[in-house]
């Protein structure tokens, strides 16, 4: 019993719901960006290599320069470059999406290594170099349990469900979402339409470089202000599960990497509950979860979720 | 003989044109590439010891290479080599240290099996979501590989945990471990290199010459056009995941019996991945991947000799990065050919 009452003490903890919004935090970013990207058309399995580079990039910066928020900037900037590389590639020369993707991960895994005993003088992790504080909301931080959880808390948490509201916004509400839609969904059709499928497509890709570099930034000097090696950790793939859990919009990516956020925070407050008594070498196993978890949901949804049409297919223009 | 030529053309450029980025690169953090280079060069083919590292090295790339190349002949893109050969090696070595009694002859091909058999059911699993579900297979295999990762750290600081300093397993029995071929100072070639080029040749012959072979690539080719032939997609799927799984199972298996002797984290160390890029550069031909991998096992050995001068090895990395772009993108090389091939 008393393991079970421990158990649920974490629900009443806001701590745990803190917690899972920070886990949720660069998910949210990263199917964001899966959802600007393949909702185009593109398939972008970048997006795990351009968070490692937005949070690497936002170390540098922050480092050379000790203004934070310009780190984030110059990491936005890195993002970009990534996805221009990808649209690119899959756009003008009609090349494996996947493949491309892939190509990009590892050259972010290449540039981030290669330049760190360049820059920082060491290999594997750099020293802190500052992070983005936690923003107190006045007023809303007196109240009782929430104030707790969103009253004092990473400035990216409010910034990632701004950006949800903005992508929503702009993929159903606007001329230029429409078209998004209608690209990937049958670009012959807008293209016969006079719509421009490949600078649409380009303005997808670009967008979820600029959300997946927002991602990384936040792993690195939104959260523990150092970069380590590899420690974009497979989020870019969690989040294009979200995405495809989400059915490729915005808002219910948003709720599949809110519910993947609770799940990484549980597992997480599991093993440090002291009733449990977690040995120290069984904790990589609650590591899992989050990647079992993933596995499980892809297998069950993926059926039921529908991507758009042109999803990974290269557009070429007949002549 | 054209043909020949034809198909090597896009590879050999993109390597060529990922050097001379890499260069580039070099020059940036203010170290001189040419040197750079011929350090590697010598250090992957400058002595008999470096020779034999190189094989050593290469050893293994040849069979996560034929891993992924076999599957992009069946039309999985099997991303999850390196969790398949770190779980080959790591179920072997669980069972293989308690092989003390058994004579080599049996303890080795079991060893073998058990590796192969560990990769195979790792990634059936993603063969099998994707046949059943439709859950892309770089998804799962990704996860697969996460999870790998964690499996191992738990095993090697627990039930397996022996020794201090690096978290690994106890040593496999002398009876399970591969005959050593050739010792140049502390360097030793086991016959792990003759292992991987039979693999070539299987794969070799099962594609070319035999029906289910010939079902699993149809499958790849077009599995619209497939299942109407009256070939089930869902078995070849999860078929060609499983063989593309035992070959990677194979590559840690045999790095275990013939390099280590033990299941270390870094026994697989990014070669699954190396595999990618290696079938890529090979156009998935077994021979083509046994020339690629000879090369990505130089770079990775001249590397080491490399980052004394200060230069990374991570450049290694990058140079992969660029050449499987390219190779994906084979347009753009392509282009480049013609354009110069106009010109002149």
């Not at chain 2, 063969?127 to 499996?151: C, D, P, Q, S």
């Not at chain 2, 590559?251 to 990618?276: N, P």
């Amino acid at each position: 019993m008393r393991v079970v009452e421990a158990v649920l003490s974490i629900f009443i903890n806001p701590q745990f719901y803190k917690i899972a919004l920070t886990v949720a935090t660069p998910l949210i970013f990263a199917s964001l960006g899966g959802v600007f990207s393949e909702i185009t058309g593109v398939v972008n399995i970048a997006l795990e290599g351009i968070i490692l580079m937005g949070a690497f990039t936002s170390v540098v910066f922050t480092y050379l320069t000790g203004n934070v928020w310009f780190g984030v900037l110059m990491a936005i900037v890195a993002g970009l470059l990534m996805a221009l590389l990808h649209a690119w590639g899959s756009i003008k020369w009609a090349g494996n999406q996947v493949v491309l993707g892939t190509a990009l991960i590892l050259l972010s895994q290449g540039i981030t290594g290669f330049l760190m005993e360049p820059i920082f003088g060491q290999p594997g992790q750099t020293d802190f170099v500052g992070k983005i504080d936690e923003i107190t909301i006045p007023g809303l931080a007196k109240v009782p349990f929430i104030g707790q959880v969103i009253g004092e808390i990473s400035p990216f948490v409010y910034i990632a469900f701004g950006c949800v509201a903005f992508g929503w916004w702009l993929i159903y509400k606007t001329k230029l979402g429409l078209r998004m839609r209608a690209v990937g969904e049958n670009p012959e059709a807008a293209d016969t339409l006079g719509v421009n499928v490949y600078a649409i497509r380009y303005f997808g890709v670009l967008m979820s470089g600029v959300f997946a570099s927002l991602a990384g930034a936040y792993l690195s000097v939104g959260e523990i202000g150092q970069f380590k090696e590899l420690m974009s950790g497979g989020r870019g793939f969690i989040g294009l599960a979200a995405m495809i859990v989400g059915k490729w919009n915005p808002i219910g990516a948003m709720l599949s990497s809110l519910f993947f956020g609770f799940f990484g925070a549980f597992a997480n407050q599991l093993q440090s509950l002291q009733q449990i008594q977690v040995p120290a070498n069984v904790k990589p196993l609650f590591d899992t979860i989050p990647f079992i978890l993933t596995i499980v949901v892809v297998a069950g949804v993926v059926g039921r979720s529908r991507p758009p049409k042109a999803d990974g297919v290269p557009y070429e223009k007949s002549a | 003989m054209r043909k020949v030529l034809e198909s090597i053309l896009v590879p050999v450029l993109a390597v060529l044109i990922a050097l001379l980025i890499s260069a580039f690169v070099i020059v940036a953090i203010g170290k001189n590439p040419l040197q750079a280079y011929a350090v590697l060069v010598r250090g992957a083919f400058g002595s008999k010891q470096a020779i034999i590292d190189t094989l050593i090295k290469t050893t293994p790339l040849i069979l996560t290479g034929l891993a992924v190349g076999f599957g992009f002949r069946a039309g999985v893109f099997n991303i999850g080599a390196e969790g398949q050969m770190a779980m080959g090696a790591l179920i072997a070595a669980s069972i293989a240290s308690n092989f003390g009694n058994i004579p080599p002859v049996v303890a080795i091909p079991l060893t073998l099996v058990i590796g192969m058999g560990a990769g195979a059911g790792w990634a059936a699993i993603a063969g099998f979501l994707k046949a059943k579900t439709g859950a892309h297979e770089v998804v799962t295999t990704i996860m697969l590989n996460w999870i790998t990762t964690f499996v191992a750290s738990f095993m090697v600081t627990g039930p397996l945990a022996t020794g201090s300093g690096t978290p690994k397993s106890p040593e496999i029995a002398a009876s399970a471990q591969l005959p050593i071929l050739m010792k140049v100072g502390a360097m030793e070639l086991s016959a792990g290199i003759i292992i991987s080029l039979l693999a070539a040749v299987f794969m070799y012959v099962f594609l070319n010459k035999t029906t289910v072979g010939y079902e699993v690539k149809a499958v790849g080719f077009n599995p619209y056009a497939a299942e109407y032939g009256g070939i089930s997609v869902s078995k070849n799927v999860v078929l060609a995941m499983a063989i593309s799984g035992a070959l990677a199972g194979l590559a840690g298996v045999t790095e275990l019996m013939g390099v280590h002797h033990r299941f270390l984290g870094e026994l697989s160390g990014g070669k699954g991945f190396d595999g990618i890029s290696i079938a890529l550069i090979g156009q998935n031909n077994p021979i083509g991947i046994i020339f690629a991998a000879l090369l990505i096992g130089a770079l990775r050995t001249g590397s080491n000799e490399m980052q004394f001068l200060g230069v990374s090895k991570y450049i290694v990395i990058i140079v992969q990065g660029i050449v499987i772009f390219l190779v994906a993108a084979d347009r753009i090389v392509r282009t480049i050919y013609l354009r110069k091939k106009v010109k002149s």
